[in-house]
C-alpha cells in the first residue's frame, strides 16, 4: 500500500509528487498517458516565474516528471475506471487492477471541451485537433482555422500562423476572453484573420475534410469557410465523471478549499479539478504542493492503523 495515490500527472499532480517524496512519503502517481496533461500541449508557457523566455509545456513537464522522479515517486500509465474511498484504505481502479493507499491526491484536470455540432465526432483526428503543438504539422501550408477566444485558442493561432498558410480565429463575440499580450501577439500575424460574433454550426466534407458552416450571430448570415484543419479551443471540462462520493459543484469541479479538503478525510482535489478561480500552471503546482502536505499530515495524525 502507497501512502499517496496521485491521480494525474499534470502540474498539480507531478508537484505533489515531488512535495511527497521530499516529505519522506511513498507515493505512485497514476496517469492516462503521458506526464503533462494540458500544458503538454501548449508550445509556449510564459507566465510561469523564472523563464523569462518561456519554456515549452512538454519540455517544462519532463522536467517535472524527472524531479518528482528524483525524489522517489513511482509512475503507472493506466485509465482509471472506479474509485472506492469510502474506506481507511481508499482503492483506486483501473479494470481488473486495483491500486491502495492511506490517501488520494485528486488532479486529473480537465479534458477539451467539444461543440456537440454535426460531423464533429467524423472528424476528430481527422481534420478536427485539440492540440495544435501536437497536430499543427499535419496542416503545414494549408489553411486552418481556430475555434474560440481564449488564451488557449489565440496562442494556437499565433503558433498555426508560423506553420500554415493562413489561420482564422472564429470566436462567437466581439471580445476576446484571452490576456492582451497573446491578443496583440496574433493580431501582428498578417496571416491571422479574425472572424468574430460567429459560431460553427456544423463541420463540413465526405471522405476529407472541407471545413466549416459558421452562423454570424449579429446579421444571422450563414457562410463556408473551406480549411483542411480545425482546431478546437472552446475551454475543457473537470475530469470527474466517474467520482462517485466526492462533492462536485453544479459544474463538476470537486468542492475544495485553498487546503485543496474534499469532502471525504484523506483525500485531497489539486489543480483545474477543484473549484478555483484562476486556473493556471503556478496555481496548480501551489496546490499540488499543499496537497501532498496536507496528505502527509493526514497519514501523521490518523489514529487509523493501515
Ligand atoms: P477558456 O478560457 O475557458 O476559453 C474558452 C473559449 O472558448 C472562450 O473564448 C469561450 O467563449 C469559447 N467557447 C466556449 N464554449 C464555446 C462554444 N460552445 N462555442 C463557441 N465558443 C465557445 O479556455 P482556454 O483558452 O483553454 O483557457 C483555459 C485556462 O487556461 C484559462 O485560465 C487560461 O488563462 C489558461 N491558459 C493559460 C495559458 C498561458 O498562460 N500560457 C495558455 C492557455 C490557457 P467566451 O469567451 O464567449 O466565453
Redesign the pocket.
Known amino acids: 500500500m502507497k501512502d499517496i495515490l496521485i491521480i494525474g500527472a499534470g502540474p498539480a499532480g507531478l508537484t505533489a509528487a515531488i512535495y511527497a517524496g521530499r516529505a519522506g512519503m511513498d507515493a505512485l502517481v497514476i496517469e492516462k498517458l503521458f506526464a503533462g496533461g ?1 500544458i503538454a500541449n ?1 508550445h ?4 510561469y516565474p523564472g523563464f523569462p523566455d518561456g519554456i515549452s509545456g512538454q519540455d517544462f513537464a519532463e522536467a517535472m516528471r524527472k524531479q518528482a522522479e528524483k525524489f522517489g515517486a513511482e509512475f503507472v500509465s493506466a485509465e482509471i475506471t472506479k474509485l472506492d474511498l469510502s474506506g481507511d484504505i481508499k482503492k483506486i481502479y483501473a479494470g481488473e487492477k486495483c491500486f491502495e493507499g492511506k490517501t488520494v491526491i485528486l488532479a486529473g484536470g480537465a479534458i477539451p ?1 467539444k ?1 456537440g455540432i454535426e460531423g464533429e465526432e467524423d472528424f476528430i483526428g481527422m481534420g478536427i485537433s485539440f492540440c495544435a503543438t501536437c497536430d499543427g504539422m499535419f496542416f503545414r501550408g494549408r489553411d486552418v482555422a481556430v ?7 489565440l ?1 494556437d493561432a499565433v503558433y498555426l500562423s508560423n506553420i500554415c498558410r493562413k489561420v482564422y480565429v472564429i ?3 466581439d471580445q ?4 492582451k499580450v497573446v491578443v496583440d501577439q496574433a493580431k501582428a500575424k498578417e496571416n491571422v484573420e479574425f472572424i468574430m460574433d460567429s ?2 454550426e456544423r463541420f463540413l466534407g465526405g471522405f476529407d475534410f472541407e471545413g466549416v458552416e459558421l452562423l454570424n450571430k449579429k446579421t444571422g448570415e450563414k457562410t463556408t469557410l473551406e480549411v483542411q484543419g480545425c482546431f478546437l ?4 471540462l473537470p475530469d470527474t465523471a466517474y467520482m462517485e462520493g466526492i462533492a462536485l459543484d453544479k459544474s463538476g469541479y470537486i468542492i475544495a478549499g485553498e487546503d485543496t479538503k474534499t469532502n471525504i478525510p484523506g483525500v485531497f482535489a489539486a489543480g483545474d479539478i477543484r473549484t478555483k478561480r ?4 503556478v496555481t496548480a503546482a501551489a496546490d499540488g504542493a499543499v496537497a501532498a502536505d496536507e496528505a502527509a499530515a493526514y497519514i501523521e495524525s490518523t489514529k487509523i492503523s493501515f
Open positions: 494540458q501548449t509556449l508557457l510564459e507566465n471541451r461543440l475555434i474560440g477566444g481564449g488564451d488557449t485558442a496562442g470566436h462567437r463575440r476576446f476572453r484571452a490576456s459560431v460553427p479551443a472552446v475551454g475543457y484562476l486556473r493556471q500552471v
